[in-house]
C-alpha cells in the first residue's frame, strides 16, 4: 500500500516519473550523447529502487539532479518573475471580484447624511493640529487640514478643478493677485455646508481663504451578486450609474460620461409614492421599515421627507395631494438627507439596467460608520 511505501522509494519513484517526461520534452533538442546519458541516469535510479537500497537511491537521485542542472540553461532573474507572476495573478483575480462579484464605491456627496457620509467641509477658526495627529487622523477618520491665508489683499477670480497623480483631488484659487492650489475638492470648496468660496469673495493679507478640514465620502462595498438572484427591494442602499437619466449633470452636459449614484431605494414597479412632510407614504401606507421610521423622526440628524429644496419645489412629488406611481422595470431613488439630495423627485425613475448593486458595507473611514449599512 502506498502509506505503507518507505519516503525513500516514494520520493525516488516520483523522481524517476519526472525526469522521464523531462527527457520527453527534451528530446528533439538534446544531443543523442545526452539523450543516452540521462536515460542511463534513469535506469541506475530504476535498480536502485528495485533493490530498495536506500543509500543507491540517494546517490543516483544526486546524479540525475546534476545531470538535469547541467542541461537545463539558468533562468535568469528567476525570483523577480515568480514575483511578477504573482503580482499578475493577484490582480487578475482582484478585477474579477471587482467585475462581478464586491466593488469598492466613494460617496461622493452628502445626500445621503446621516447614514453616509459624503465629501464634508468643516472651515474652523484655529490652525490645524501637530503633523503626527493630522496623519492620524487622516489613517483613521479619512480627515485632511488645510490652511491657505491670502499673501495680499486680494479678490477670487474663479476656482478650478485640478488632479494631481491621477487620483487626488484639489482646488485651484485664482485671485486678481495670486493663484493657491488647495488639497480639498472643487465642490467641497464652494458648497455653503462647506468652504463657501465663490469668485468675489475679498480677503484681506493674513486673513485665512481656505482653514480646516475636510472628511473623505465614506469608502463602502457593493454587493454586485445580490440582484442577481432576487429583486431590489424597498429600503435597499443601491448603486445606479446616471447613464440616459435626465440628472443635472446630463442635463447641462448631454454627452457626459456616466456618473454613479447611491440612494435609497423607496418605490419599486407599481408603488404610488407621495410625500406630506415629513412622512413617506407607499400605496397610501406610512412607509413600513426601520431605515424610513429613522428619517421621518427627524432625530439624529435626520431632518424628514420633503417634496423639494429650500425655495424649490421638486418636478415629482412636489405637493401632498400629488402621488407618483413607478413605471414597470423602474425603481424610485430618494437621499435619506431628503432637503439636499437630488434625487428621482427631479430626473426620475432609475431604469432596472441602470442598477449596479446594493451597498453592504463601509470598509474606511474606521468612524463614525464602519460596518454593515442599514
Sequence with gaps: MYFLTPRYLRQGRQFAKDARKLLAY???LWSAATIASFQAGIGRLDGALRERDRAAVDRAARDLDAQCSANLPSVADAGWRENVEVFLVAIVIALGVRTYFLQPFTIPTGSMYPTLNGIIGHPTQEPPPNFLVCIWQAAWNGRTWVD??????????????????????YTRVETDKNEYLVHVPVATAREREGFNLAPGRFFRAGQPILRGYH?????????KVTYHFRAPRREDVFVFNTGGIPTLDNRNTPNATSQFYIKRLAGTPGDELRIDPPRL???????????????MAKQDGYGGYGNGFPGFLMPILRSPDQPYTVPAKNYFALGDNSYHSSDSRDWGPVPQQNIMGRGVMVYWPFQPHFGLIH
Excluded: P
Design 215 to 223: 472628511d473623505t465620502g465614506d469608502h463602502v462595498f457593493v454587493d
Design 148 to 169: 491657505v491665508a491670502a499673501k495680499g489683499d486680494e479678490t477670487i477670480l474663479r476656482l478650478d478643478d485640478y488632479t494631481r497623480f491621477l487620483f487626488f483631488s
Design 281 to 295: 407614504f407607499v400605496n397610501g401606507e406610512v412607509a413600513k421599515g426601520a431605515s424610513f421610521a429613522r428619517v
Design 26 to 28: 527534451k528530446r528533439d
